[in-house]
């Protein structure tokens, strides 16, 4: 079983050496979250700290008006159909197409047990049956590294969604590590449903957004792509929201052999905006790994230290609790005692327990019984009832003191500092290994 399991990892390091330098960045750091026994995922569970695995892939939110060609280009990314296109409305859910090694169709639940980042998803009324998941074995472009969601078509008016599709969206955006909306030249950006999220999305993921006039070979010449362009900004200028400096719109279209067009087509930006985020995001996950880490080892740590903290509060409560409990018995014990040799005789005393004894036990209540020789008589009874009351407070004291703090075994203890070493010895290092490597794959890709 051992060598199996031992071969399987074997395979699956060859595997992973074997991809492209990014991917098997992003994925050697999902294994290090992941992995069964080691990974910082269980061992911060185990501290009672909540981890979520990195995201393997990058996610593009694609939203926009209806027939915008959302789908058509992801189709064209993958190059592959997985999505139905046409002129109807064609998406009535979200889906999310990625790549896998087998081509296969996922319902909603299966989605949410695929992207745990995404389980809130079902806390929106309806969506969880208008999720789905295309897994494509497309191997085209980043695709590797890239998770489409793509979106209902957005349209005003009448028009009936069974979910709410604005918080939705609202959500996803924030999920979204690139927002992509298309403004096609018929729906332009006259759609108030559209305007309306995406005003709301750009106050707080606006570096994420990008704005695309689709289908632009549909806009006519030249001049009439143009005036499109100019009618989509002025309406998009009207919104205080959207209205900034720096806005660009690249203008692209699905390449088509048998209808060649002499519009401009920059659809190969959107594929290098992609390749540039899944750049940042191997950075960021990085940084995030050494977030992680840390995170453990200050948690372990506390843990350590909390326990060396409660392990002298124990020392500290058994002494000052034992001293009251002697206190609270011996005083009343040393009395009755004192009673009892002062109403026997001094012979009966030695020949019960000896001259030595007898005198020894005379020193240690001479001090009580001279205490309470000065005692009036009239008063005996009310002093004795306070001395026993003061007794029975020590004695509580000295049991409330003593409820000593719950210490962790031994075994746990190393357990602790297995963990917090072996994060800080092997994941840190680990980490600096792939920064140095990304760093150094960054600077010979720019020398090239
Ligand atoms: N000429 C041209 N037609 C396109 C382009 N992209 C998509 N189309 C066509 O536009 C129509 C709508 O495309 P879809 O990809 O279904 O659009 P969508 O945004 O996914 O639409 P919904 O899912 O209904 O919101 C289809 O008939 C496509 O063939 C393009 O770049 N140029
Ligand atoms: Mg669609």
Redesign the pocket.
């Known amino acids: 079983m051992a060598a199996r399991q031992k071969h399987r990892g074997a395979a699956n390091a060859a595997e992973t050496a074997a991809l492209p330098f990014n991917e098997r960045v992003l994925q050697e750091v999902y294994e290090l979250y992941t992995e069964q026994s080691n990974g910082l995922v269980p061992l911060a569970q185990g501290l009672g700290v909540h981890l979520l695995s990195p995201r393997k892939k990058i996610t593009v939110l694609i939203l ?1 008006n ?7 280009f992801i189709n064209w990314y993958i190059e592959e159909h997985v999505q139905r ?7 009535r859910g979200f889906t999310f197409v990625t790549s896998g090694k087998h081509r296969e169709s996922l319902t909603g639940h299966a989605t949410l047990h695929l992207y745990p980042h995404f389980k809130s998803l079902q806390d929106f009324r309806g969506v969880s049956e208008y999720l789905s998941t295309e897994v494509s074995t497309s191997k085209q472009k980043g695709f590797n590294l890239v998770t489409f969601i ?1 979106t ?2 957005l349209v005003d008016g009448d028009m009936k969604y069974p979910f709410e599709v604005d918080s939705v969206l609202q959500w996803l955006g924030e999920m979204a590590d690139l927002i992509f909306v ?1 403004f096609d030249p018929m729906g332009q950006a006259l759609c108030k449903r559209t305007l309306n999220i995406v005003e709301r999305l750009n106050k707080s993921q606006g570096d994420k957004i990008r704005f695309y006039l ?2 632009a ?2 806009a006519g010449h030249e001049t009439d792509r143009q005036r499109v362009m100019m009618q989509i900004v002025q309406e998009l200028c009207k919104r205080p929201g959207l209205n900034k400096c720096g806005f660009e719109m690249p203008t692209i ?2 390449p ?1 052999a048998n209808k060649p067009s002499r519009c401009l087509n920059q659809i190969d930006e959107v594929c290098l905006t992609i390749e540039k985020t899944i750049n940042q995001t191997v950075q960021t996950t990085l940084n995030q790994l050494g977030r992680d880490c840390e995170v453990i080892v200050n948690a372990a740590t506390q843990r350590l230290m909390q326990d060396c903290e409660a392990g002298m509060n124990n020392r500290r409560a058994i002494c000052l609790g034992g001293f009251l409990g002697l206190l609270g018995f011996f005083m009343p014990a040393t009395l009755f005692l004192g009673f009892i040799l002062t109403s026997i005789k001094d012979e009966t005393a030695v020949a019960l327990l000896g001259a030595d004894l007898t005198g020894l036990l005379h020193f240690m209540c001479a001090p009580l019984s001279w205490c309470w020789s000065l005692v009036p008589h009239d008063s005996q009874t009310m002093v004795l009832l306070l001395f026993l009351f003061i007794c029975i407070v020590l004695l509580l004291c000295a049991w409330f003191i003593c409820r000593l703090q719950q210490r962790l075994s031994r075994r746990e203890r190393r357990k602790l500092e297995g963990c917090r070493d072996y994060v800080n010895d092997v994941i840190c290092s680990k980490k600096k290994q792939l920064y140095e490597e990304y760093l150094q794959q960054s600077i010979g890709e720019q020398h090239c």
């Open positions: 926009g209806h027939s915008a060609g959302k789908s058509s296109v046409g002129v109807a409305i064609e998406t793509d209902p078509g298309y689709s289908k070979d549909e279209y699905i088509n």
